[in-house]
């Protein structure tokens, strides 16, 4: 008689369960990926602005040791695109205020990522915007590469962080159309 794996597809969270009962620990976990990318640029503004290290060389934390991470556009688009992804899958859990703010974060976010696929189309073609050297967004061709993404990073960043702090405190209309156990226990 044939056993059964330990773990079967009937185990997979399915997307209804994202946004109900594994809401909050999803979300938790889309917030460490976005902090340990804000704390990437955050660093990488660090050595440039006040550790006066040349742009090339301030490569954030990762990109010291992995000078590639930072030069390969597949890997700047794929975070992009994992941003993308987690506003996307995570949106239906919010509602009311939150929801809005999620929507601008997410707007925002669709933005971004549009640019980094122009960016990463330019690396992989070789046919870079306007016949710049290297790849170049299109807002990029009037704010510098590092200060243009701080600002796309806070600019998401914010947003989504208003989103989160309204959706645990719920107003008692938006709390009923919850499905997950997101919001504390007095509510507002």
């Known amino acids: 008689m044939a056993t059964q794996p330990a773990w079967t597809h009937h185990d997979a969270v399915q997307p209804s369960q994202l946004n109900g009962r594994y809401h909050r620990t999803a979300l938790?976990?889309?917030?460490?990926?976005?902090?340990?990318?804000?704390?990437?640029?955050?660093?990488?503004?660090?050595?440039?602005?006040?550790?006066?290290?040349?742009?090339?060389?301030?490569?954030?934390?990762?990109?010291?040791?992995?000078?590639?991470?930072?030069?390969?556009?597949?890997?700047?688009?794929?975070?992009?695109?994992?941003?993308?992804?987690?506003?996307?899958l995570l949106r239906q859990g919010f509602t009311g205020r939150a929801r809005t703010w999620w929507n601008i974060a997410m707007g925002i976010q669709i933005w971004h990522h549009l640019e980094h696929f122009l960016l990463l189309m330019q690396a992989l073609t070789g046919n870079n915007l306007l016949g710049k050297p290297v790849p170049t967004s299109i807002i990029q061709i009037?704010?510098?590469?590092?200060?243009?993404?701080?600002?796309?990073?806070?600019?998401?960043?914010?947003?989504?962080v208003v989103a989160m702090i309204l959706h645990r405190r719920p107003r008692e209309s938006e709390r009923t159309g919850m499905n997950c156990s997101c919001a504390l226990a007095y509510g507002r």
């Open 28 to 88: 938790g976990f889309f917030l460490v990926i976005v902090v340990a990318h804000w704390a990437e640029h955050l660093a990488q503004a660090v050595q440039i602005y006040v550790l006066d290290w040349p742009i090339p060389e301030a490569r954030g934390v990762l990109g010291v040791p992995f000078p590639w991470l930072v030069k390969s556009e597949w890997m700047h688009y794929g975070y992009a695109l994992v941003m993308l992804a987690g506003f996307l």
């Open 142 to 160: 009037v704010v510098p590469r590092v200060e243009l993404h701080l600002f796309y990073n806070a600019v998401v960043f914010a947003p989504m």
